[in-house]
């Protein structure tokens, strides 16, 4: 058994508005949130009046302590004012992805029972169809405006009582977010106010934020990383949080530049473009400090020439998973230059790691030796809502939640990931991992991106496929040139057996291969 190096965190006996702004006011004429595009501002005491004022407005149409709202938004300046306001009226969110078609987001009210929707006028036609298949929503709000629909600006007009609902943080839910599909049908992950509450306490001791950090949000907030990373976490402490919508090479680059942002919380998908492509150079971005990628496996060599193009310290790396609040695991600022190439971290407070046989879950596994990483802490979810059989299938009896990821430590405690359990493939019996695959491949000058699942041959045994991305511009590079390059960097089991080029590689909104999208082409 792992456990973490740093002093236990107490729990955190909060509702997460008043964890996360219990400051707020002090922070006064502080900007907190900064729209990325034009400028618009709000300062932390703008913020904490205007949750308040929400969170009576939401109280008067009829939200109660139980009711589930579902925030169908990409990142805006109203989106935190939603989440807070809705946690504050008592209400749970559950957060939707905003490309979501009308028939899966109406899967997600219906699972949650969600009775209302806050979304923006751009993704209206989208709510109310999904609102109409689910049933049982009773209005949508509109974050900017709408014709027959009522604004949050216009709710802020209320003179009615802020609400007192008497939250329980150990035991109500928080938020209701839905895993990412990657393995299977998405489940809604109940989390408590308590635990990501408690998680972002944990994480201080590694990842350190406060006023004077300018703070690039640009992954989605509705998914886990984005709300604790770029959200809840710099708000918590002061600093100031710029917002994009969705992640566009040319305006990320430019928001950079105009804000003098200190701080990025990406995945490897920008880590790669930082790395690689021409426009960077364009922009001024030494006001960068630090660059922490989560969210899938970063190869330590895309890590480096990242680090290297931007002048910066290592890359850190960042672990966890929607069903841990999100974060187990982080490289600590301080030490990113210690810390080994490929390492996602180290265990944050209060957290225990086992790394167990694959073939043996009793069998703890030491140092060196790859095993599926079980955790267990404060910040384990509640379970899957209305699945106990799969709450029970992922989390033991003895409290310790099954990742279904392959890692080991090395001697100093340094966790690397390997890959995914039901993502290996099996070659003769031999296992290959995907990740290490795509990083060689993404190594490539004529790849931009790069995809591997496994795949049945004619004989039937499970073989590597890759989709590859070929770079814009580029000359080929054709099939036998790929599968040559892989052959002569791995060992013979590993070769990647099968090509398809393809345009691009379908992802999550948090960075991660939507590995199931591509075996239908297979």
Same mark, same amino acid.
């Given at each position: 058994?792992?456990?973490?190096?740093?002093?236990?965190?107490?729990?955190?006996?909060?509702?997460?508005?008043?964890?996360?702004?219990?400051?707020?006011?002090?922070?006064?004429?502080?900007?907190?949130?900064?729209?990325?595009?034009? #400028? @618009? %501002?709000? =300062?932390?005491?703008?913020?904490?009046?205007? /949750? *308040?004022?929400? &969170?009576?407005? $939401? !109280?008067?149409?009829?939200?109660?302590?139980?009711?589930?709202?579902?925030?169908?938004?990409?990142?805006?300046?109203?989106?935190?004012?939603?989440?807070?306001?809705?946690?504050?009226?008592?209400?749970?969110?559950?957060?939707?992805?905003?490309?979501?078609?009308?028939?899966?987001?109406?899967?997600?009210?219906?699972?949650?029972?969600?009775?209302?929707?806050?979304?923006?006028?751009?993704?209206?036609?989208?709510?109310?169809?999904?609102?109409?298949?689910?049933?049982?929503?009773?209005?949508?709000?509109?974050?900017?405006?709408?014709?027959?629909?009522?604004?949050?600006?216009?709710?802020?007009?209320?003179?009615?009582?802020?609400?007192?609902?008497?939250?329980?943080?150990?035991?109500?839910?928080?938020?209701?977010?839905?895993?990412? #599909? @990657? %393995?299977? =049908?998405?489940?809604?992950?109940?989390?408590? /106010? *308590?635990?990501? &509450?408690?998680? $972002? !306490?944990?994480?201080?001791?590694?990842?350190?934020?406060?006023?004077?950090?300018?703070?690039?949000?640009?992954?989605?907030?509705?998914?886990?990383?984005?709300?604790?990373?770029?959200?809840?976490?710099?708000?918590?402490?002061?600093?100031?949080?710029?917002?994009?919508?969705?992640?566009?090479?040319?305006?990320?680059?430019?928001?950079?530049?105009?804000?003098?942002?200190?701080?990025?919380?990406?995945?490897?998908?920008?880590?790669?473009?930082?790395?690689?492509?021409?426009?960077?150079?364009?922009?001024?971005?030494?006001?960068?400090?630090?660059?922490?990628?989560?969210?899938?496996?970063?190869?330590?060599?895309?890590?480096?020439?990242?680090?290297?193009?931007?002048?910066?310290?290592?890359?850190?790396?960042?672990?966890?998973?929607?069903?841990?609040?999100?974060?187990?695991?982080?490289?600590?600022?301080?030490?990113?230059?210690? &810390?080994?190439?490929?390492?996602?971290?180290?265990?944050?407070?209060?957290?225990?790691?086992?790394?167990?046989?694959?073939?043996?879950?009793?069998?703890?596994?030491?140092?060196?030796?790859?095993?599926?990483?079980?955790?267990?802490?404060?910040?384990?979810?509640?379970?899957?809502?209305?699945?106990?059989?799969?709450?029970?299938?992922?989390?033991?009896?003895?409290?310790?939640?099954?990742?279904?990821?392959?890692?080991?430590?090395?001697?100093?405690?340094?966790?690397?990931?390997?890959?995914?359990?039901?993502?290996?493939?099996?070659?003769?019996?031999?296992?290959?991992?995907?990740?290490?695959?795509?990083?060689?491949?993404?190594?490539?000058?004529?790849?931009?991106?790069?995809?591997?699942?496994?795949?049945?041959?004619?004989?039937?045994?499970?073989?590597?496929?890759?989709?590859?991305?070929?770079?814009?511009?580029?000359?080929?590079?054709?099939?036998?040139?790929?599968?040559?390059?892989?052959?002569?960097?791995?060992?013979?089991?590993?070769?990647?057996?099968?090509?398809?080029?393809?345009?691009?590689?379908?992802?999550?909104?948090?960075?991660?291969?939507?590995?199931?999208?591509?075996?239908?082409?297979?």
């Amino acid at each position: 058994m792992f456990r973490s190096e740093y002093a236990d965190v107490p729990p955190v006996e909060l509702p997460i508005h008043d964890a996360v702004l219990g400051h707020a006011a002090g922070f006064g004429d502080r900007p907190a949130l900064v729209d990325g595009t034009d #400028g @618009t %501002t709000l =300062t932390y005491e703008q913020l904490d009046r205007f /949750h *308040r004022r929400l &969170a009576a407005a $939401l !109280a008067g149409t009829g939200v109660r302590k139980g009711d589930v709202l579902a925030l169908h938004s990409p990142n805006t300046l109203a989106f935190p004012l939603a989440f807070y306001a809705a946690t504050r009226a008592g209400a749970t969110v559950t957060t939707a992805h905003p490309l979501a078609t009308a028939e899966e987001f109406a899967r997600q009210l219906r699972d949650s029972a969600a009775r209302w929707i806050v979304t923006v006028s751009t993704l209206l036609r989208t709510a109310r169809r999904a609102a109409g298949l689910a049933g049982g929503v009773r209005e949508i709000l509109v974050c900017d405006s709408a014709p027959g629909h009522r604004s949050l600006t216009g709710l802020l007009d209320t003179t009615a009582p802020e609400p007192r609902a008497a939250i329980d943080p150990a035991e109500d839910i928080a938020v209701l977010p839905y895993s990412s #599909g @990657t %393995t299977g =049908t998405p489940k809604g992950v109940l989390l408590t /106010h *308590r635990q990501i &509450a408690t998680n $972002l !306490a944990q994480l201080d001791s590694a990842i350190p934020a406060g006023p004077g950090d300018r703070v690039l949000a640009v992954l989605p907030f509705f998914h886990i990383y984005g709300l604790t990373a770029l959200m809840n976490g710099p708000l918590r402490k002061g600093a100031t949080v710029v917002v994009l919508p969705r992640f566009e090479l040319e305006t990320f680059l430019a928001a950079i530049d105009k804000h003098r942002i200190t701080s990025l919380y990406v995945a490897p998908p920008i880590v790669l473009a930082l790395a690689k492509h021409p426009a960077v150079g364009r922009y001024d971005l030494s006001s960068l400090k630090y660059v922490i990628s989560a969210a899938a496996p970063l190869d330590a060599r895309l890590a480096h020439a990242c680090s290297e193009r931007l002048g910066l310290p290592p890359i850190g790396q960042a672990y966890g998973m929607t069903e841990l609040s999100p974060g187990t695991h982080a490289v600590p600022l301080d030490r990113l230059r210690e &810390a080994p190439a490929g390492t996602v971290g180290r265990l944050i407070a209060g957290t225990e790691m086992r790394i167990v046989s694959l073939d043996d879950p009793r069998r703890d596994l030491g140092p060196g030796e790859p095993g599926e990483i079980l955790i267990r802490g404060p910040q384990v979810m509640k379970g899957y809502l209305g699945r106990p059989d799969a709450t029970a299938a992922l989390i033991d009896p003895d409290g310790w939640l099954h990742t279904g990821d392959v890692g080991h430590t090395d001697a100093d405690g340094w966790l690397f990931v390997v890959d995914r359990v039901k993502e290996l493939i099996k070659y003769k019996g031999y296992q290959v991992a995907p990740a290490e695959l795509e990083a060689l491949l993404l190594t490539h000058p004529g790849i931009a991106d790069a995809a591997v699942i496994g795949a049945r041959d004619e004989d039937g045994n499970e073989i590597p496929h890759a989709f590859v991305v070929r770079r814009p511009g580029a000359d080929g590079p054709a099939e036998d040139e790929v599968l040559e390059f892989v052959a002569e960097r791995v060992a013979p089991y590993k070769r990647v057996r099968r090509i398809t080029f393809t345009d691009t590689v379908p992802r999550a909104a948090s960075g991660k291969i939507l590995r199931r999208q591509l075996r239908e082409y297979t």
